[in-house]
């Protein structure tokens, strides 16, 4: 991965409206009826619950009907707090699509503002009503924001400690090339400025946390004592630190200085095996003891190996997430993946299955220990087509399962751990009177089965229910059509 991708990688229910345009007005008062609550809080469903929503908000959870103006049906399904991927990049003009370079884009502004303003559409797709952007700003986020359909977005100030000094990097718009001139110059001031002066202005901006990296490809190599600094200075402003560390030498750093959350499991070294050693294991049963959060991001890797398969842009999930002539283009000889170039060697497919399993074996381990595990996804990894919004994030649950996550620690992950790790505990990850009524209703109990994130029904932005079927880019087609 380049020095710039180690920082940045780092069916309607009787009753629900059926297109996004309906119940715009966030004073209606609606009640969701004889559903069962599934909530992390609660040890078990509340069955023939009854919820209330107004303002916007969850108003009350009772087991007694409850009058409203809207009713909605819930009978026989389940309603969830909304997820949280807490690991994004998010594209927003003068963004665009990460696969993209900026001469495709030039030549191609329909295209790109028709893939931009399906993202939001995406993630909601898939359940997912917040994200963090882990490298952002926040004149950016505001303008994310000020989309009428889309998960609401927090964010991460960038700073890294290059040469003993401490560099803030403000991203004010998300392409990779972009991205990378933003990077490279902050890298070359030569004004020394203070770390409790960069998490300050970082702070000022409206971030939620700070991203900052450990990578020796990238010459960036803090020690434990300079990054402690950092932590030390993020924590006196209530900020929690995120670090890409993706190897085993900048997990210790991590781990030794106290970072909150890994936003990388331990991929391998160039000739590491894919198991772990006893070193690697001593490492992470550190943040295993230290109750660090990890983010095992292992679609990640699939993805780079997704790049390889001619028959990837035939998978159908693909046309609820990218619009048809954007998957045209990837299809066609104009588009130049430089990730796939870079494994084009013949050793790669070997060298990336046995991340895969390297990935997996770290996630197991961590399930094993009930480690603090954090979901997120990072959407996109790198210059690449094989991460796509929101459909990445429900390729990463199975990976957790597949690895031996329990259903009931995947949920939590996505909720009220998520909810935490933002400092955002008191807004979202429950269903509790007070709470944003950000909300999925399914027609499958996620508590016993990954595939319940496949029958979600309808998802409810700030109380306001939404088809899941609109959100699709084949909806957007046949509207225009």
Partial sequence: MSCLGALLASACVAGTVSNPSASKDPSADLVI????????????????????????????????????????????????????????????????????????????????????????????????????????????????????????????????????????????????PESRLAFEAALATTTPETREGVVGRIKDDGAVCVKTMYDSFARIVPSVEELRALVVAAHARDLPVFIHANRREGQAVAVAAGVDVMAHAMWRNQDEPPELDDEARAILAGV??????????????????????????????????????????????????????????????????????????????????????????????????????????????????????????LFRALTIDNARVMGLEREIGTIEPGKKANLLLLGANPLESVNAYDAIETIFLHGRPIARETLSARHAADIRQ
């Avoid at 292992?298 to 035939?314: C, M, P």
Wanted: aromatic content about 8%.
């Fill in 288 to 409: 295993v003891r230290n109750g660090m959060g990890y983010q095992p991001t292992s679609q990640v890797i699939v993805g780079e190996f997704d790049t390889r398969d001619e028959r990837y842009l035939r998978r159908p999930a693909l046309a609820d997430v990218y619009p048809a002539k954007l998957i045209a283009w990837f299809a066609s000889a104009q588009y130049k993946n430089p990730v796939r170039e870079r494994l084009s060697y013949p050793e790669a497919e070997a060298r990336l299955q046995g991340t895969i399993r390297r990935g997996a074996e770290v996630t197991r381990f961590l399930a094993e220990r009930d480690a603090r595990l954090v979901f997120g996804s990072d959407t996109p990894s790198a210059e690449l087509h094989t991460n796509p919004p929101g459909l990445n994030g429900r390729l990463e649950m199975n990976n957790w399962i597949a690895a031996g996550v329990s259903e009931a620690k």
């Fill in 33 to 176: 009826s004889d559903v069962a609550v599934v909530s992390p809080e609660r040890a078990a469903p509340l069955e023939h619950a009854h919820v209330r929503i107004r303002a916007g908000r969850i108003e009350e959870v009772s087991d007694r009907p409850l009058e409203g103006g809207q009713q909605i049906n819930g009978t026989g399904r389940y309603l969830i707090p909304g997820l949280i991927d807490t690991h994004v990049h998010l594209a927003i003009p003068p963004g665009f699509p990460a696969a993209m370079s900026a001469e495709d884009a030039a030549a191609n502004p329909d295209l790109v503002a028709e893939a931009l303003a399906q993202d939001p559409k995406s993630y909601l797709h898939f359940g997912f009503t917040t994200v963090l952007d882990l490298v952002g700003s926040g004149d950016r986020i505001a303008r994310w924001n000020a989309s009428e359909l889309r998960p609401d977005a927090y964010f991460c100030g960038a700073a890294v400690i290059a040469n003993h000094q401490v560099r803030p990097i403000r991203f004010p718009a998300f392409s990779y």
